[in-house]
């Protein structure tokens, strides 16, 4: 009986432990590769367009690095600006070639969304991010 019961205790504790380890994997303490996989580009009074984020020229990997303060596509870096945390999500903001971009990265899931937005044009971005 003592060994079925340590067996049970073995089997929940070892299914358990991943689960609560991982909800610090997206907090930016470790550095991120996330993969953008549905995108939406929007002009003012017209419907947004739906498409894959290469066919509008956005990147389809970014690597995040917190620590660092920076965020690389496959064609450049680009510096964060902003840095703001809570218990569910880790915000990351800056500027780059004339867009303003937020990323809001869900804490718990990797779940991303971006927005890269000037004052003509907005785009945005969903993801999911996994530790690099």
């Not at 340590?6 to 550095?31: E, H, W, Y």
């Not at 991120?32 to 009074?45: E, I, Q, R, Y």
């Not at 947004?48 to 290469?54: D, G, H, N, V, Y």
């Not at 780059?96 to 003509?120: C, H, K, P, Q, V």
Request: one cysteine or more; glycine letters at 6%.
């Amino acid at each position: 009986m003592k060994r079925a019961l340590k067996v049970i205790v073995c089997t929940v504790a070892c299914t358990l432990l991943p689960a609560l380890g991982s909800a610090a994997d997206f907090d930016g303490s470790t550095p991120l590769l996330c993969a953008t996989f549905d995108a939406h580009s929007c002009d003012p009074g017209e419907t947004c367009e739906r498409a894959l984020p290469s066919e509008i020229g956005l990147p389809q990997f970014l690597r995040v690095d917190v620590a660092k303060k920076t965020i690389q596509g496959s064609s450049r870096s680009t510096p964060i600006q902003l840095i703001d945390k809570n218990a569910t999500q880790l915000l990351l903001q800056g500027t780059e070639m004339g867009y303003a971009w937020t990323i809001a990265l869900d804490s718990t899931s990797g779940a991303l969304t971006a927005t890269l937005s000037n004052r003509e044009h907005v785009y945005v971005l969903f993801g999911a991010c996994t530790q690099k």
